[in-house]
Antibody, heavy 124, light 108 residues
């Protein structure tokens, strides 16, 4: 059974840093596309970042240059390093694994398993 | 960047049919996926690839996609269907995944 467990959230001051973790079980993180998706309080879902099986990464414009996605196969864990945090980064952050029924191209991927989310609060 | 437009809210009586739309430029050329999110929970995919139903999703959930509008249809709506629904596509221009703004389904 696929399971994702998010952790690492907390309260941080503007300009600060935080690293989120997503521990996976039931599959290896390197075998699937993996993304981070966030949801500000009372708002909708916003995709943040992805790492492909081949290691390619992409970021939403709102976090590019400040956030870094990575994975550790030995720990079977996905990470999101968040630097230069802003008040508007306050959100619940979910990790999500992708699934494709039609090959490995990004256009055929959707999110099929999600972590429980971890809350990041950026405030002074 | 690619924009998906959903109505903020839809209301329906129990037993009736709910229709939630997702508008986007030539969205009919993309694969659209729909997620249901109940309060305090992570999203769950209810329709993939425009009209496929993942394992465990009731047949009451169906989807379609053509030209500039994708549609999620929920038949014989139940009180337990009340949730936020999001459409989702991949934008090949930006290499980003894009969500619609979400639609709150209220069962009267």
């Amino acid at each position: 059974e696929v399971q994702l467990v998010d952790s690492g959230g907390g309260l941080v001051q503007p300009g600060g840093s935080l690293r989120l973790s997503c521990a996976a079980s039931g599959f290896t993180v390197g075998s699937k596309y993996m993304s981070w998706v966030r949801q500000a309080p009372g708002k909708g879902l916003e995709w943040v970042s992805v790492v492909y099986t081949v290691g390619t990464t992409h970021y939403a414009d709102s976090v590019k240059g400040r956030f870094t996605i990575s994975r550790d196969s030995s720990k079977n864990t996905l990470y999101l390093q968040m630097n230069s945090l802003r008040v508007e980064d306050t959100a619940v952050y979910y990790c999500a694994s992708h699934r494709s029924d039609y090959g490995d191209h990004p256009s055929s991927q959707y999110f099929d398993s999600w972590g429980q989310g971890t809350l990041v609060t950026v405030s002074s | 960047s690619y924009v998906l437009t959903q109505p903020p809210s839809v209301s329906v009586a129990p037993g009736k049919t709910a229709t939630i739309t997702c508008g986007g430029n030539n969205i009919g050329s993309k694969s659209v996926h729909w997620y249901q999110q109940k309060p305090g929970q992570a999203p769950v995919v209810v329709v993939s690839y425009d009209s496929d139903r993942p394992s465990g999703i009731p047949e009451r959930f169906s989807g379609s996609n053509s030209e500039n509008t994708a549609t999620l249809t929920i038949s014989r709506v139940e009180a337990g269907d009340e949730a936020d629904f999001y459409c989702h596509v991949w934008d090949g221009i930006s290499n980003h995944w894009v969500f619609g703004g979400g639609t709150k389904l209220t069962v009267l």
